[in-house]
């Protein structure tokens, strides 16, 4: 919109023509003096496009002495020039001081009542002010910048019937977004009532009195711990061969170790399920490679902690690892392989998900644990340890290690787990794939209106200064009027100091 298209009554003006600009400073953080006084001090961090009422930080009046930093009266306007928080915006609750990198309209005088509309105005121009400080080693805008931006400014009384308008508007834009904002919280509680109603028994307790004649879990684990000495055998057996040495006999049978059984359980469980640990029920548990990734696609991808995310693999960054690697194929995963989390942060330590094949040739990072399961599940392990009991036994074992948590592969192995029998897995998974498409879909939706919500936000601001949001007043004294009283009192000089005018009558005197 150019100056021609400007709505009756209002002015071109710029930030700089509406009162006095100013900025504070930090003060220096190596004298202890300075800090813990009454002076609330703030910084770009704190504005938040919202009235500032206290503040992280306190400083002296011995420090307003030793720095920059200035106390500013209520309801002053602050802009952050500074780092990412660029066009973020604040209006001072209580009298307060900055650091250097929040600009400051100084409410004094008639500049106090266009504070409201110039806060709106400034946030809905944000992007121009964030492209204007684009192109530095640090994105910044400075107090220069700021008094030369255009603003279009209306009337007094019609910036009032605005700034009511669109406070009225956007606080129930506001409770919407409260309300989106609380969807995701309320969906992993969904998610994780699914996971202990399916590990109770709850969830298919129809599904088991239409099928009662199902194999119970016992006879799985008789084939599952079967299986596993047949796997050991074989892979032994593979590797005396390698070293050029036969068995005469079956005497290094004896090396095999069982899996220590479940010997310790957390209640009662369904007819036909069974307890078992994971040792139990895995045919290994591998750490994975600590070597150098790099950056090189055609190599082999390394699946990282990062790479899990809500009980999926997230591929989205990926490092890799030369072809010919000596680790591999022995640290190739499998389809079906499960990936658990062993270090990482207290809250995110313990996170697993299931490789499925994707990408095709795929290996894991020393933070990772793989277990190769038998004859069950591997989806239901993962869903089992990202559930309520997998959360807490992983807060119950958990160690600390310089900030980082872990759970080591001999923990991993002796996890009991509640184990269905094999049809009834299917069932169990089945229905968590159905409650938790359902739990997906409603935070897709969530996403797209809070999409359309900002939008809105946009659209609102839009119309406001282009002065479509309320209606005019003819009477409404012109913005130009404003302006000039504004100047007027800007101009006026001191009664201590003498003017420009009179300084140069009394220079000309002189003369």
Request: glycine share 8%.
């Amino acid at each position: 919109m150019s100056t021609f298209d400007l709505p009756q009554g209002w002015a071109e003006t710029t930030l700089g023509a509406l009162g006095r600009w100013s900025s504070g400073g930090t003060p220096s953080r190596g004298n202890s003096a300075f800090y813990g006084g009454k002076i609330p001090w703030v910084k770009t961090g704190e504005l938040q496009d919202g009235v500032i009422k206290a503040t992280e930080e306190n400083i002296t009046e011995e420090a307003l002495g030793a720095s920059a930093a200035k106390v500013f009266p209520e309801r002053t306007l602050l802009v952050a020039m500074y780092g990412a928080t660029i066009g973020k915006v604040g209006i001072l609750g209580t009298r307060a001081a900055t650091n250097q990198a929040c600009a400051a309209l100084v409410a004094e005088g008639l500049t106090t009542d266009l504070i409201p509309f110039v806060f709106y105005y400034l946030r809905s121009r944000r992007d121009d002010l964030r492209a204007a400080g684009q192109g530095g080693a640090q994105p910044n805008i400075s107090q220069a910048l700021l008094k030369e931006f255009p603003c279009r400014l209306p009337p007094l009384n019609e910036q009032r019937r605005i700034v009511a308008k669109l406070e009225a508007l956007l606080a129930r834009s506001l409770r919407a977004k409260e309300a989106l904002d609380a969807i995701p919280a309320l969906l992993e509680r969904f998610r994780q009532s699914v996971l202990a109603a399916a590990f109770r028994g709850d969830l298919t307790k129809d599904w088991r009195a239409a099928n009662p004649d199902v194999e119970p879990a016992s006879k799985l684990l008789e084939r599952i711990r079967s299986e596993r000495r047949r796997r050991w055998e074989l892979a032994e057996l593979e590797r005396m061969r390698a070293k050029g040495k036969v068995p005469r006999d079956d005497g290094w049978k004896e090396r095999y170790e069982a899996a220590v059984p479940a010997t310790e359980t957390t209640g009662l469980l369904p007819a036909g399920w069974a307890w078992a640990t994971v040792d139990e029920l895995g045919e290994e548990t591998v750490y994975g490679t600590s070597a150098k990734t790099n950056d090189d696609s055609g190599g082999v991808p390394v699946l990282r902690m990062g790479n899990l995310q809500d009980g999926k693999l997230d591929l989205a960054e990926l490092k890799y690892l030369p072809k010919d690697h000596s680790e591999f194929p022995g640290l190739l995963l499998k389809p079906g392989d499960v990936l658990f989390n062993r270090t990482n942060s207290p809250e995110l330590v313990g996170k697993t998900a299931v490789y499925c094949g994707e990408p095709r040739l795929a290996s894991f990072a020393s933070y990772l644990l793989r277990v190769r399961v038998i004859h069950h599940s591997p989806l239901l392990l993962s869903h089992f340890i990202n559930g309520p009991a997998g959360r807490e036994w992983v807060a119950s074992v958990v160690s600390q290690q310089v900030g980082q948590a872990n759970v080591n592969g001999t923990k991993l192995r002796a996890l009991v787990v509640p184990v269905p029998p094999r049809d009834e897995q299917r069932a169990i998974l089945s229905r968590i794939d159905e409650a938790l498409a359902r739990a997906n879909r409603v935070m897709d939706v969530a996403r797209e209106q809070a999409r359309r919500l900002q939008s809105l936000d946009r659209a609102l601001l839009a119309k406001a200064f282009q002065g479509e949001l309320v209606p005019q007043d003819p009477t409404d004294e012109p913005a130009s009027v404003l302006l000039q009283r504004i100047r007027a009192k800007r101009d006026k000089p001191a009664d201590d100091e003498p003017g420009p005018r009179t300084k140069r009558r009394r220079e000309t005197k002189v003369a």
